[in-house]
């Protein structure tokens, strides 16, 4: 029942909100998707109450008593104009789907998502607003990964690995707690107060361990392949070896026998039962694509027809997010999609490169402190969020999750980071150049000695 109360008192808190800026209705909205709350407490939650479709109605809700506002500034980038074009190659595909019904099951979510990504980029145009959603997949990921070593520790249960969590199997969540792990870096080493950065820690760990529970070897070496790249740009040099140290002895110290020996399996992958259906299933999935090359055999059409290729079973998923669009769409919506992910790991890029060429270029007594640290907590944050969206890409080697909405968020936020980044610099630059000079202390002119008019008197001597 707290949990229900806990997600009204949230909505209503959003709606508030909502009267001030649409942002809050968009927040909302995202923090439910992320946090999956349907999933999280179905075994406390009513079972009739959709949060997710009360959190969009409050985002529309907003949405419409600024539209005018909206409307005048109203700009896609070009991210959003790919995402649509992409959006329209699977729509296509399900024009054209061997099985209609299921094309349009998939298509239908897909196009929910896309919605509240076009809304979201009308909306969102402040750092600020950048930030907030950095601390809201930190916290909801993180509360995600706490009830799961919670479950375990105290309950003895292993939920994420024999049921899986939060609607996705073993696979899907142990790659959703691995996007999370960025998140925890930023905020653990741009955090001003220790309990902050002491807390954002704390949740990387939680994630990390639900990692290897997860028993997911995808989503294990994703989470290495992010790892990897965060330390390379992390500086000092010295703080990078640092926290890769700690990293090795707490995984060390995590990682039981059985999660060793289901990550070392992948190197025996040719007697893994596991390795080589999905090595069928993209052989199968690639076949299909060579025949259907334009637009596929419909969205999630392919899983009936990868046994007639070579899978070794009927129904069998690709297990290959490229591959899966490749087949169901065709290759050019897979060259898009591609396209697409290469594009937003350049947009957080430049967006990083951008505050750091503003804050080399101003001066330590220029701006005010907390706006100095805004900006190095963005130029962070990009650097997470352009990991998290490599940690998927990489994940999507091994696994189909085009309706994944963490992924597309990412998406989103990269179509606008460029542009609010540009913003931030450039306030930051005329608060810089109309701040007055600090005014210097004039030294004090000697007092000129006075000059006698008359010869002094001769002095008497005694007598």
């Known amino acids: ?46 079972a ?24 005048l500034r109203a700009r896609l980038n070009k991210i959003a104009w790919l995402t649509l074009a992409f959006t329209l190659v699977m729509g296509l595909s399900v024009l ?16 929910k998502i896309v919605a509240m990504m076009m809304l979201a980029t009308l909306v969102i145009e402040h750092i600020w607003q950048i930030n907030a959603m950095g601390l809201m997949m930190l916290l909801a990921l993180g509360y995600g990964a706490y009830e799961i070593n919670y479950n375990y520790f105290i309950n003895g249960r292993l939920d994420i690995f024999h049921v899986g969590f939060g609607g996705l199997d073993n696979n899907g969540a142990g790659l959703m707690i691995a996007m ?3 998140f925890a870096y930023v905020f653990g080493v741009t955090s001003r107060r220790l309990w902050m950065r002491a807390a954002s820690w704390g ?16 989503a294990m070496l994703a989470t290495i392949v992010g790892a990897v790249w965060l330390l390379y740009h992390h500086r000092p040099r010295w703080q990078a070896g640092l926290i890769a140290l700690t990293l090795c002895l707490c995984i060390s110290v995590l990682a039981g026998k059985e999660i060793r020996e289901r990550f070392f399996s992948a190197q025996s992958y040719e007697d893994d039962n596991s390795a080589q259906s999905r090595f069928d299933s993209w052989g199968a999935a690639w076949k299909i694509a060579i025949d259907h090359p334009i637009l596929g055999v419909g969205v999630r059409n392919s899983a009936l027809y990868s046994e007639r290729y070579g899978a070794d079973r009927h129904g069998r998923t690709i297990h290959s997010q490229f591959l899966q ?16 992910l290469l594009i937003c790991f350049h947009a957080f890029g430049r967006s990083r490169g951008l505050c ?36 998927f890409a990489f ?12 992924p597309w968020l990412l998406i989103m936020l990269a179509g606008v980071f460029p542009a609010a980044v540009e913003a931030a610099c450039k306030q930051m630059r005329e608060r810089v150049e109309t701040k007055p000079e600090p005014e210097t202390a004039q030294p004090r002119p000697r007092r000129a000695k006075r000059r006698r008019l008359t010869p002094p008197l001769p002095r008497r001597g005694l007598a």
């Open 1 to 46: 029942m707290k949990q229900a109360i806990f997600l009204m008192l949230l909505i209503a808190a959003a709606g508030v909100g909502s009267f001030q800026s649409p942002f809050w209705g968009v927040l909302l909205y995202y923090f439910f998707a992320v946090l999956r709350p349907q999933y999280l407490w179905e075994w406390s939650l009513p």
């Open 48 to 71: 009739d109450v959709r949060w997710s479709l009360m959190a969009a109605g409050v985002a529309f809700f907003s949405v419409m008593l600024f539209a005018p506002r909206i409307m």
């Open 96 to 111: 054209t789907a061997h099985d209609p019904d299921v094309a349009q099951e998939w298509a239908v979510e897909f196009v």
């Open 180 to 182: 999370g792990v960025p």
């Open 203 to 218: 949740l990387g760990l939680f994630m990390l361990h639900a990692v290897l529970m997860s028993y997911s070897r995808g």
């Open 325 to 340: 669009i490749a087949a169901d769409s065709g290759l050019i919506a897979m060259t898009m999609y591609i396209a697409l």
């Open 356 to 391: 750091r060429a503003q804050l080399d270029a101003t001066p330590a007594t220029g701006p005010p402190d907390d706006a100095r640290r805004g900006l190095i907590l963005t130029e962070h944050l990009a650097l997470g969020c352009q990991t998290s969206l490599l940690i």
């Open 395 to 406: 994940g999507g080697l091994f696994l189909s999750l085009e309706v994944f909405e963490l």
